[in-house]
């Protein structure tokens, strides 16, 4: 028996991502076949070839670093070579057409799986701004939700515009803030919800009202200077109820220290000397004032409904995601349901016939990735 081996090709394969290893063309399934010419039956590059003053049956065997071995068929008549070579090449084409439903078939899982995943986040997102609007007392219906919603925010809207057009604002225009050294006039450094407080310190800060505040300290205690400059020009102003409990308050106070400008909710004012009474100490009706007074907050429910309409406006849009995103999602369930069963049956059909070409031509189909092979003949 005579051996002929091409030289072997040892390949270090080091540990790493797995990664898919293929021909960029998937090549025909190999045979061997009998002619004539000793030439044609060259095997590989070392010129191995057969037929001079041998006798004997060649066996081809293809061996990699794996205990799977595939015998290549060696076909001795002609006809049925031919045949044998037209189920091979019903072989490949049947092979590439399973790789191509396999691969839509994982293309359209993935896109499923994609929407399915849009879908889970966007309900999440709704379900969170649908328990935030519980915390003021909205519940959102399981039907006609778009209705609901806009007739909700449609009635908040009002509600903003009303509470904003509803408080009292100073009409003594404020300096413009150019310079960061200008914190503006005082009538607008401070904003009083009480409309009677708001009139009697008005009064009380009549001739200041229209003066502007500077910064003269450093930037390191501008914020600080920013909220304590209406109290320095306040003072220790005392505000009461009437002008008996405030009189009765100095009473005890100067048995022990100097009383302060004391004010109070009707309009009277003690001065730090002990004079009241009179027009000069009496604030005038809120009217008089022409507008020279400081301005009132917003409401505390105004700032309430504006959160309500930002979360009834993102919950809308939140909802209309997610009404998108499970209608695409259906659309394409029910789309692919009666296609993948049309495709499902075409791939187990050309499964069936690639298992009966590979039993005809007695082997089993060729692995994806091999390693570099040895080609043993046997003698």
């Known amino acids: 028996i ?3 081996q091409c030289t072997k090709i040892i390949i270090n394969v080091l540990p790493n991502q797995p990664a ?17 010419d000793v030439g ?20 081809a065997k293809i061996k990699s670093s794996t205990e799977n071995e595939i015998d290549i068929p060696l076909f001795q008549d002609y ?6 070579a037209q189920l091979a090449k019903e072989k490949d084409v049947l092979s590439k057409s399973i790789k191509e439903h396999t691969d839509w078939f994982d293309s359209k899982n993935q896109r499923i799986a994609t929407i399915e995943c849009k879908a889970k986040e966007a309900r999440k997102k709704e379900s969170e701004l649908k328990n935030e609007l519980k915390r003021y007392y909205i519940d959102i219906p399981e039907a006609d939700v778009l ?6 925010i449609k009635l908040t809207t009002v509600q903003e515009k009303i509470l904003k057009q509803q408080r009292r604002i100073c009409t003594l225009d404020n300096y413009p803030k150019s310079n960061p050294d200008i914190l503006g006039k005082v009538s607008h450094l401070a904003q009083i919800e009480d409309d009677q407080v708001a009139k009697v310190i008005s009064w009380h800060l009549a001739s200041d009202m229209d003066c502007i505040v500077t910064l003269t300290t450093s930037a390191a205690r501008r914020i600080f200077d920013e909220t304590r400059v209406f109290g320095m020009l306040l003072g220790n102003t005392i505000i009461f109820d009437n002008l008996e409990a ?11 220290t100097a009383c302060p400008t004391l004010l109070t909710r009707e309009g009277d004012r003690i001065r730090n000397t002990g004079k009241f009474g009179g027009l000069s100490n009496k604030a005038p009706p809120i009217e008089k004032l022409q507008g020279v007074v400081f301005g009132a907050p917003l409401p505390p429910d105004y700032n309430v409904v504006c959160q309500q309409i930002e979360l009834l406006q993102q919950y809308k849009a939140e909802f209309l995601h997610c009404t998108e ?8 369930r029910s789309f692919y349901t009666s296609e993948m069963g049309e495709k499902k049956e075409e791939l187990d059909e050309m499964k069936d016939k690639l298992a009966l070409i590979e039993q005809k031509l007695g082997f089993r189909q060729l692995p994806q990735v091999v390693q570099k092979n040895v080609i043993h003949l046997l003698l």
């Open 20 to 36: 898919l290893l293929k021909p960029q063309t998937v090549p025909n399934t190999p045979a061997v076949s009998r002619v004539q």
């Open 325 to 332: 995103v499970n209608n695409e999602l259906e659309k394409l």
């Open 79 to 84: 006809t049925i070579q031919q045949q044998m």
């Open 246 to 256: 405030a009189i009765q308050y100095r009473n005890e106070v100067v048995k022990t």
């Open 2 to 4: 005579t051996t002929f």
């Open 40 to 59: 044609s039956r060259t095997l590989d590059k070392y010129d191995n070839c057969t037929g001079s003053d041998l006798n004997g049956r060649i066996v």
């Open 147 to 152: 209705q609901h919603i806009d007739s909700l």
